[in-house]
């Protein structure tokens, strides 16, 4: 599986575009990735860090990774989000380090603090939380090892390839469709007990 299904070519063009524009020292090429792929950057960052302010610094952060990047070697990735994505992974978890604590997600009960982060189209995630208990789900995610549990939101919410998340991961690829097999398979049998403790 080299690509993830909802990978688009006219996407991976305008990347493309985007990076040799980049290289060149195009200022408005930047302003683009942030319209882009800012949002993705910043949902990913709040889910972890449960902080907007600490969120918008791992954004700025990226930005000026890659901005420093292109000028000297183009990011040798199948998608600029998904170098975005692995910049922001090591600025998040520089953050944590910095505060004395480890990786995790952040519940947000209410909708409130993810609300400005989403995506306008649904994903298959957000498809799955509507068909389900939220809380259910939650928990259910909250039991997920912290590695799966980021292997199955970049997969699934991000939409990105498995050679993707395990650049992001820095592990090799079939540690990741391993992650994700058991993500999934946790996720079910948590569901299925769930389900069978109501009855």
């Given at each position: 599986m080299s690509?993830?299904?909802?990978?688009?070519?006219?996407q991976t063009?305008?990347?493309?575009?985007?990076?040799?524009?980049?290289?060149?020292?195009?200022?408005r090429?930047?302003?683009?990735?942030?319209?882009?792929?800012?949002?993705?950057?910043?949902?990913?960052?709040l889910r972890r860090l449960g902080s907007p302010d600490d969120a918008q610094d791992v954004v700025n952060d990226t930005l000026l990774a890659l901005w420093r990047q292109a000028g000297r070697s183009l990011p040798k990735t199948p998608s600029l989000r998904?170098?975005?994505?692995?910049?922001?992974?090591?600025?998040?978890?520089?953050?944590?380090?910095?505060?004395s604590q480890t990786w995790r997600e952040v519940s947000d009960d209410d909708g409130m603090l993810l609300s400005v982060a989403a995506d306008p189209d649904p994903t298959p995630l957000d498809r799955l939380c509507a068909e389900c208990d939220e809380?259910?789900?939650?928990?259910?995610?909250?039991?997920l090892p912290e590695v799966q549990r980021e292997a199955l939101y970049l997969f699934?919410?991000?939409g990105l390839s498995l050679a993707e998340i395990a650049a992001i991961q820095q592990v090799p690829l079939a540690t990741?469709?391993?992650?994700?097999?058991?993500a999934r398979q946790?996720?079910?049998?948590?569901?299925?007990?769930e389900t069978a403790s109501v009855r």
């Open positions: 690509a993830h299904p909802l990978r688009d070519d006219a063009r305008a990347d493309a575009d985007l990076l040799a524009r980049l290289a060149d020292g195009d200022q090429a930047l302003r683009q990735v942030l319209q882009m792929h800012g949002q993705a950057v910043y949902a990913y960052a998904a170098w975005l994505l692995g910049i922001a992974r090591h600025k998040i978890v520089d953050i944590l380090r910095s505060r809380t259910r789900l939650a928990a259910a995610l909250d039991a699934t919410y991000e990741v469709g391993t992650r994700l097999h058991l946790r996720l079910r049998q948590h569901l299925a007990s």
